[in-house]
C-alpha cells in the first residue's frame, strides 16, 4: 500500500532554515507527482509546493516563492523540500501528499510540524 513518511521537522529562529523530507513507498514514484501542503492552527490545508513526475517542472505558493525548494530523488523514492529564511507564519504541519488521478484518491503522510518562533 502506499506510504509516505515524513521527517525533519522542528523548532527553528526566524531566518532559519530546515528541510523536510518524505519517503515514498508501496507505488511507482517516478511516475508521480508530489506536493508538499501545510495547515496552520485554525487554517485549511494550502498547497506549498509541487513538482513533476521527471522533477523537470515545478510550483509553488507566492508565499514561499525564493524561499522553499522542492526536489525529489527518484532513485530513493524521496521528495524534499528545503525551507530557508523561515519566517513565523511558516509554522504548521507539513505533508507529503501524491494522487492518483486515476482514481482521484489522495494520498497523505501523518505530517511533520515546522514552528518558527524565537
Known amino acids: 500500500q502506499v506510504q509516505l513518511v515524513e521527517s525533519g521537522g522542528g523548532l527553528v529562529q526566524p531566518g532559519g532554515s530546515l528541510r523536510l523530507s518524505c519517503a515514498a513507498s508501496g507505488f511507482t514514484f517516478s511516475s508521480y507527482a508530489m506536493s508538499w501542503y501545510r495547515q496552520a492552527p485554525g487554517k485549511g490545508r494550502e498547497l506549498v509546493a509541487a513538482?513533476?513526475?521527471?522533477?523537470?517542472?515545478?510550483n509553488y505558493a507566492d508565499s514561499v516563492k525564493g524561499r522553499f525548494t522542492i526536489s525529489r530523488d527518484n532513485a530513493k523514492t524521496t521528495v524534499y523540500l528545503q525551507m530557508n529564511t523561515l519566517k513565523p507564519e511558516d509554522t504548521a504541519v507539513y505533508y507529503c501528499?501524491?494522487?492518483?488521478?486515476?482514481?482521484?484518491?489522495?494520498?497523505w503522510g501523518q505530517g511533520t510540524q515546522v514552528t518558527v518562533s524565537s
Open positions: 513538482i513533476a513526475a521527471t522533477g523537470g517542472s515545478t
Open positions: 501528499n501524491t494522487v492518483d488521478w486515476g482514481t482521484r484518491y489522495y494520498y
